[in-house]
């Protein structure tokens, strides 16, 4: 089935939507998740197709954790995050939106018609409740949830693709890949564009979920290096990789081990080979006789 949506004279949202879903329809592509204004522009620099948010890496930088539980991270904040970076760029931005904020259809329908106003592209619903005793909502429930997504979107309008999660792996369910099989079914049947099971690394299993949620496509977050190229994944049949709250915590490292061994050592041995200021002053200089006068030794500030 294809993902393209007929359109006439397209607006630039609708541009960015239909690009977004052009992605999806053959090979495979890399959706980094920038964590600000900041990284994502300089994702789109860099010449990335498409972007999606992360609740981790924006949780951290508000000093909050990333604890799955809406509640830390409230709508609102959330929405306002989404937002900055799709008016940040110019590129299809798809909106990690954690549980959908509501634990009836209902409310998640309200909370997905709020996100998509802020000019997403796609946006993910994901299955886990935050609560430790009963970690994933039971599948009935879970299908009405995303039934009431596709059922927001589809009233908008937007032509917004809808990412569907089972979070099996993410909440040690003991059989996480036959669960996650049968949930992404079910979530395709109700309406789920993109099907998501955050956690398998293994390239056999990777490909055991492209062919159960075929012909839809599948999302995979890659974390860490598993031992896989982009080309071997694409191989594997995944139309699309993301990795979540991985730059940001690369961004994180760099900064924890320089402030460390200023604290403990006194030693500036961890501000070595930076990136040049002027580098990165120049990318977000939109004054091009200013770009061109800058020079980092003379115009570096604190």
């Known amino acids: 089935m294809s993902l393209s949506t007929p359109s006439s004279t397209p607006t630039p949202l609708a541009a960015r939507r239909e690009a977004f879903r052009a992605l999806h329809e053959r090979g495979c592509f890399v959706i980094p998740n920038p964590w600000d204004v900041g990284s994502a522009r300089y994702l789109q620099h860099l010449g990335f197709p498409a972007l999606a948010t992360t609740s981790a890496g924006f949780a951290f930088s508000q000093g909050l954790p990333d604890s799955g ?27 990690d939106f954690m549980s959908g904020y509501g634990l009836e259809p209902e409310d998640v329908a309200e909370s997905v018609r709020r996100c998509v106003a ?50 099996c792996y993410h909440v040690g369910h003991p059989d996480p890949f036959r669960e996650s099989v049968r949930r992404l079914q079910a979530y395709a049947a109700a309406g789920a564009d993109v099907l998501f099971a955050p ?37 594997l049949g995944v139309r699309r990789i993301s990795v979540g709250g991985a730059l940001a915590l690369a961004a994180w490292t760099g900064f924890i081990r320089a402030a460390q061994m200023l604290r403990s050592e006194g030693s500036f041995a961890g501000l070595a ?18 770009r061109s006068r800058i020079s980092a030794p003379s115009r570096e500030r604190s």
């Open 118 to 167: 802020t000019g997403v592209a796609g946006l993910s619903i994901e299955d886990s409740t935050g609560d430790h005793m009963s970690p994933l909502y039971d599948l009935p429930q879970a299908v009405d949830r995303v039934r009431a997504a596709r059922e927001a979107i589809d009233r908008s309008g937007g032509a917004v693709l809808l990412t569907a999660r089972a979070e």
């Open 273 to 290: 080979n930076l990136v040049p200021y002027a580098e990165i002053n120049g990318l977000f200089d939109t004054n091009p006789s200013t």
């Open 199 to 235: 956690g398998p690394t293994n390239a056999a299993e990777i490909k055991a979920l492209v062919e159960a949620v075929a012909p839809k496509p599948l999302n995979l977050l890659v974390l860490r290096d598993i031992g896989l190229s982009v080309a071997e994944i694409a191989a």
């Open 69 to 95: 539980d809406d509640v830390v991270l409230s709508r609102d904040r959330n929405l306002a995050y989404i937002a900055d970076i799709t008016a940040a760029v110019d590129l299809p931005v798809s909106a």
